[in-house]
């Protein structure tokens, strides 16, 4: 499997953006997709997964109720939208995607596929 991550850029504080994670090159039945993010000097952490196959879905604290993860079947593409943005949230944004225990979800190091990471910056 193979991931495309996308819709980065420049935001003004309170604003929305949308991330998108293409998947390809197999079938995602049993995989757990992933939005991790990484701001400089830090460690990457945990932001959001999906289950592909059912749709339960998972949150970090510092995003729930701001953001949204969700997925388009037809089209193998996970969505993150995220509304409320604040400076904190500046990061570059990864998808990543395994088979994986759902207890697990939030530890990128189980994470076997990953995008190439779309920064996203919030400007207060």
């Not at 996970?78 to 697990?104: G, K």
Request: glycine letters at 12%; proline letters at 2%; hydrophobic letters at 35%.
């Amino acid at each position: 499997v193979q991931l495309q991550a996308s819709g980065g850029g420049l935001v003004q504080a309170g604003g929305p953006l949308r991330l998108s994670c293409a998947a390809s090159g197999g079938a995602l039945g049993s995989y757990t997709l992933g939005w991790f993010r990484q701001a400089p000097g830090k460690e990457r952490e945990f932001v959001s997964a999906i289950r592909w196959s059912g749709g339960t879905t998972r949150y970090a604290d510092s995003v729930k109720g701001r953001f949204t993860i969700s997925r388009d079947l037809a089209k193998n593409l996970v969505f993150l939208q995220m509304n409320s943005l604040r400076p904190e949230d500046t990061a570059v944004y990864y998808c990543a995607t395994t088979r994986i225990v759902w207890s697990e979800i939030t530890n990128h190091k189980r994470y076997n596929r990953w995008g190439q990471g779309t920064q996203v910056t919030v400007s207060s």
